[in-house]
């Protein structure tokens, strides 16, 4: 009787505890198709200007990305496959083409501030289940040739193309966020993993694991069956805290060091939802699978980026079939399409919270710009002085698609 009354305060201490710990998520309240229309001047402020460098071979592209590391600005020019590399000052520095190595796409590793490109090699056509034995089978040496690595180390003088050997964590996915310590959130299902168990999220030291979250069935998981899904992983300015957010769930993640709480929960219409089934009955094939998704295109998929400020939340969602980025206002509980918000004269016309496109650093966005719009900009209105970081650089009519770096800030 006595264990049986134990084991009851138990269940009403932790029902209790999960009360508290769902009443203190910050709610996010969604509506992904709500127009939600307000001026940019309403969420960005401290707009300031890097012209770089005017050289003849490098044009902003429609789908160029900039990123800032602590030395260089990057930008990225993935239609032309060429990184261009400038000073924080705007100054030329070089231009990398990485056209040679086949279809890869460039990343940063800011731990180790690093460029890499990783993926198979381009003499192996790989399916999903060989990189699941390959994987299984990885201390066999054999195994590395299926695989290429390559990295700019931006802390040489000089940085160039390095060929590299892929390491376990390269296959993994697994990205470093201490020293030694790496997070890893690569989701598959396959019939050839002989045990069953497995986490959605888990952290290595080293090569060795630590801490799983989210246990799973890897061999027959109703969500993830036909289709491989990851854990998003996203740094905050404080070093010690990362968001996590997971495929299907609407409960976006708080990891301080190596605890995980639930932080934030985003409140969806009910048409926007997954279906209970969804997540206990598979889909009889992968054609199954790509036709509910198409059809049910604007459900739930997955949290992608997560920024957060005293008075906004930007982030973005993707949908089984759509993606879009909000900004949230907290004190209105109210959120926006970023492409529906609009852009002003008194931030020169400027289109700064996009899709894509955009990255920040700490507190601060970066987005590359045509000259060219800015140009026209102040043709058309000459009333509006021309900011001081700006001037010389207009004064010299640079070509219209000389691209121009835009720093910024959500207003605080």
Same mark, same amino acid.
């Given at each position: 009787?006595?264990?049986?009354?134990?084991?009851?305060?138990?269940?009403?201490?932790?029902?209790?505890?999960?009360?508290?710990?769902?009443?203190?998520?910050?709610?996010?309240?969604?509506?992904?198709?709500?127009?939600?229309?307000?001026?940019?001047?309403?969420?960005?402020?401290?707009?300031?200007?890097?012209?770089?460098?005017?050289?003849? %071979?490098?044009? !902003?592209?429609? &789908?160029? *990305?900039?990123?800032?590391?602590?030395? +260089? $600005?990057?930008?990225?020019?993935?239609?032309?496959?060429?990184?261009?590399?400038?000073?924080?000052?705007?100054?030329?520095?070089?231009?990398?083409?990485?056209?040679?190595?086949?279809?890869?796409?460039?990343?940063?590793?800011?731990?180790?501030?690093?460029?890499?490109?990783?993926?198979?090699?381009?003499?192996?056509?790989?399916?999903?289940?060989?990189?699941?034995?390959?994987?299984?089978?990885?201390?066999?040496?054999?195994?590395?040739?299926?695989?290429?690595?390559?990295?700019?180390?931006?802390?040489?003088?000089?940085?160039?193309?390095?060929?590299?050997?892929?390491?376990?964590?390269?296959?993994?996915?697994?990205?470093?966020?201490?020293?030694?310590?790496?997070?890893?959130?690569?989701?598959?299902?396959?019939?050839?993993?002989?045990?069953?168990? %497995?986490?959605? !999220?888990?952290? &290595?030291? *080293?090569?060795?694991?630590?801490?799983? +979250? $989210?246990?799973?069935?890897?061999?027959?998981?109703?969500?993830?069956?036909?289709?491989?899904?990851?854990?998003?992983?996203?740094?905050?300015?404080?070093?010690?805290?990362?968001?996590?957010?997971?495929?299907?769930?609407?409960?976006?993640?708080?990891?301080?060091?190596?605890?995980?709480?639930?932080?934030?929960?985003?409140?969806?219409?009910?048409?926007?939802?997954?279906?209970?089934?969804?997540?206990?009955?598979?889909?009889?094939?992968?054609?199954?699978?790509?036709?509910?998704?198409?059809?049910?295109?604007?459900?739930?998929?997955?949290?992608?980026?997560?920024?957060?400020?005293?008075?906004?939340?930007?982030?973005?969602?993707?949908?089984?079939?759509?993606?879009?980025?909000?900004?949230?206002?907290?004190?209105?509980?109210?959120?926006?399409?970023?492409?529906?918000?609009?852009?002003?004269?008194?931030?020169?016309?400027?289109?700064?919270?996009?899709?894509?496109?955009?990255?920040?650093?700490?507190?601060?966005?970066?987005?590359?710009?045509?000259?060219?719009?800015?140009?026209?900009?102040?043709?058309?209105?000459?009333?509006?002085?021309?900011?001081?970081?700006?001037?010389?650089?207009?004064?010299?009519?640079?070509?219209?698609?000389?691209?121009?770096?835009?720093?910024?800030?959500?207003?605080?």
């Amino acid at each position: 009787m006595r264990n049986y009354s134990l084991c009851l305060v138990l269940i009403l201490y932790c029902q209790v505890i999960s009360s508290i710990a769902q009443s203190q998520l910050q709610k996010i309240y969604l509506h992904p198709k709500a127009s939600g229309s307000e001026k940019q001047s309403k969420f960005v402020d401290s707009i300031r200007f890097i012209p770089l460098e005017i050289k003849d %071979d490098i044009q !902003f592209r429609t &789908y160029a *990305g900039v990123e800032a590391t602590d030395n +260089y $600005f990057l930008l990225k020019d993935y239609s032309g496959k060429t990184i261009a590399l400038y000073s924080k000052k705007g100054r030329f520095i070089k231009k990398i083409s990485y056209k040679k190595l086949g279809d890869f796409y460039p990343q940063y590793d800011e731990f180790n501030n690093q460029i890499f490109f990783f993926g198979s090699n381009k003499n192996y056509k790989l399916t999903s289940r060989d990189k699941i034995k390959i994987k299984l089978a990885w201390s066999n040496p054999r195994n590395k040739k299926y695989f290429s690595k390559y990295i700019i180390d931006l802390n040489d003088a000089s940085p160039v193309i390095k060929k590299v050997i892929p390491q376990q964590n390269d296959i993994l996915y697994a990205n470093q966020y201490g020293d030694d310590l790496y997070a890893m959130g690569r989701i598959s299902t396959s019939e050839l993993y002989k045990d069953s168990l %497995d986490y959605e !999220f888990k952290i &290595y030291k *080293g090569t060795q694991l630590v801490k799983g +979250y $989210f246990p799973y069935n890897r061999i027959n998981e109703p969500r993830f069956i036909y289709k491989e899904e990851g854990v998003s992983f996203i740094k905050t300015d404080t070093p010690d805290i990362h968001i996590v957010s997971r495929p299907f769930c609407d409960t976006i993640f708080k990891l301080v060091n190596d605890s995980l709480l639930p932080g934030y929960q985003l409140v969806l219409p009910l048409e926007n939802s997954l279906p209970a089934w969804y997540f206990t009955r598979p889909f009889k094939n992968k054609t199954e699978r790509d036709n509910f998704e198409r059809n049910n295109s604007w459900m739930l998929h997955q949290v992608y980026s997560f920024y957060e400020t005293p008075r906004f939340i930007y982030f973005g969602v993707g949908y089984l079939y759509n993606y879009e980025t909000y900004i949230y206002q907290k004190q209105t509980n109210t959120s926006f399409k970023t492409k529906n918000i609009k852009s002003d004269s008194s931030q020169y016309n400027l289109s700064l919270l996009a899709d894509y496109g955009i990255s920040h650093k700490a507190d601060k966005f970066y987005k590359a710009q045509n000259a060219g719009d800015l140009l026209t900009f102040f043709e058309k209105n000459k009333n509006v002085p021309v900011p001081p970081d700006l001037d010389s650089f207009i004064k010299s009519h640079p070509p219209a698609t000389t691209p121009v770096i835009i720093e910024f800030k959500l207003k605080n």
